[in-house]
């Protein structure tokens, strides 16, 4: 039974390992396109970060970025590579709840869960508001 | 300059910060946001939403190599990061209702410790077998690889480790770095943890850690996709290259250097805020 354990978690480790490397991989060419866009719309404009203006709404919710990235918005492609990037954590945790209930262990996954939770509501929480 | 230079010097910069984090094993963080609001005269708020990106690029990056090699305890792991999540949720509130001087004081004040811990050599504690209840309860004493078969090893001090953990969260969600120090601190010193299993335990943590600050971090706007993409991208390449091009070499030199630039980064933070200057 110990065995069997082991194996699994190894087994689900590994997957966890593709899945990581996987949304790493993609959110960066995802980012490096959006990138592209960007440099070949705006290069030659100056440049100002000294005083912190916020990033206009729609670069700051699912929905507007994603649409932003739709109409081949330079910036709206790289915040979506980067929302991408943000929810490959969120994605692993999710499958650890999978992993830890495959093992029959309830008292892990249901701490899994309350992560998942926190971490829903830091995305989606503030998102919808 | 303009936006074409600009993106070059962050993005050559980053990559150096990913290198350097990755060959001390300390992160790119700590590095970057003083380059990014010293050098490059950045807002602090916009320096700490890009490396936070970072955060999660390298963490999850490396975390794939890691997890293979089953060093990594995903029970120790995932019970700790109730209480970073938690922690960063209410380090990335904080840092939406202070200054920036306070960010830029503490963040000063993280540099210096981090300069301590990576110059000082690491103290080996014995191990001891004898299992601790709650630990026992909570399945977390587990085995890693060493030499030719599996040693065993058991987790103290839970409720210690947990409580460094949601500091180590908060730090991380109004700063922006992994804070894998302080986990490492938590885990390694607190809670009796082998080193080895400690920092890749805490390096698969730091990606969770920081996506649960990220989503708030978004939604305040401070993330910007024009800073944050060479940011991302170089720190990716410099923490790549670290893994590839050093991984059993002579890393106390490196250290020291590492903790000298920190140190004096450190020290340039805190002048400048008291300077009123950031």
């Known amino acids: 039974m110990r065995r ?18 996987a949304g790493v991989i993609l959110s960066a060419l995802v980012v490096f396109v959006g990138a592209m866009v960007y440099l070949a719309r705006h290069g030659q404009k100056p440049v100002d970060y000294r005083t912190f203006r916020g990033e206009p709404s729609d670069l700051r919710h699912i929905r507007g970025i994603v649409e932003d990235a739709a109409s081949f918005e330079g910036r709206g492609i790289i915040q979506l590579g980067l929302l991408l990037l943000i929810a490959t954590p969120v994605a692993r945790v999710a499958f650890s709840i999978f992993g830890f209930a495959l093992e029959g262990d309830r008292m892990y996954a249901g701490f899994t869960l309350i992560v998942l939770m926190v971490l829903l509501f830091s995305l989606l929480g503030s998102s919808l508001s | 300059m303009n936006i074409l230079e600009f993106t070059g010097l962050v993005c050559a910069g980053s990559v150096i910060a990913g290198l350097l984090g990755s060959l001390t094993g300390l992160g790119g963080g700590v590095v ?7 050098f490059f005269k950045v807002d602090i708020r916009y320096a700490v939403g890009a490396s936070l990106v970072s955060v999660i690029a390298t963490s999850s990056g490396a975390a794939a190599a890691y997890v293979k090699e089953g060093f990594s ?14 922690g960063a949720l209410l380090g990335a509130f904080l840092a ?18 981090s300069a301590y811990l990576a110059g000082r050599p690491r103290v080996k504690h014995a191990f001891d077998d004898i299992p601790d209840p709650l630990a026992t309860r909570l399945k977390m004493n587990g085995s890693f690889p060493e030499g030719e078969g599996m040693r065993h090893y058991c987790v103290h001090r839970v409720p210690t480790g947990f409580s460094l953990m949601f500091g180590a969260g908060a730090l991380s969600g109004l700063l ?4 894998g120090a302080v986990k490492v601190l938590a885990m390694d010193q ?4 082998p080193f080895k299993v400690s920092t890749t335990t805490s390096n698969f943590m730091i990606g ?5 600050s990220a989503g708030i971090y978004l939604n305040r706007g401070y993330i910007d996709p024009g800073l944050a993409m060479p940011v991302m991208l170089g720190v990716l390449a410099g923490s790549f290259i ?11 030199w490196l250290r020291l250097v590492f903790a000298a630039i920190i140190l004096m980064l450190g020290g340039q933070m805190l002048y400048k805020v008291l300077a009123g200057r950031i």
Do not use: H
Request: charged content about 15%; overall charge positive; proline content about 1%.
């Open chain 2, 176 to 179: 922006g770095i992994g804070s």
């Open chain 2, 190 to 193: 607190a809670m009796r943890i």
């Open chain 2, 73 to 86: 305890n995903i029970r120790i792991g995932m019970f700790l990061e109730i209480a970073t999540t938690i």
């Open chain 2, 208 to 212: 969770v850690t920081a996506a649960a």
């Open chain 2, 242 to 252: 670290g893994t590839r091009i050093l991984v059993r070499a002579e890393t106390k």
């Open chain 2, 96 to 113: 939406a209702r202070v200054s920036g001087n306070v960010i830029a004081t503490v963040f000063g004040l993280v540099l210096f410790y």
């Open chain 1, 4 to 21: 069997f354990t082991r194996w699994t978690d190894q087994r689900v480790e590994d997957i966890i390992g593709n899945l990581l490397r």
């Open chain 2, 32 to 38: 970057l946001v003083p380059l990014l609001t010293l």
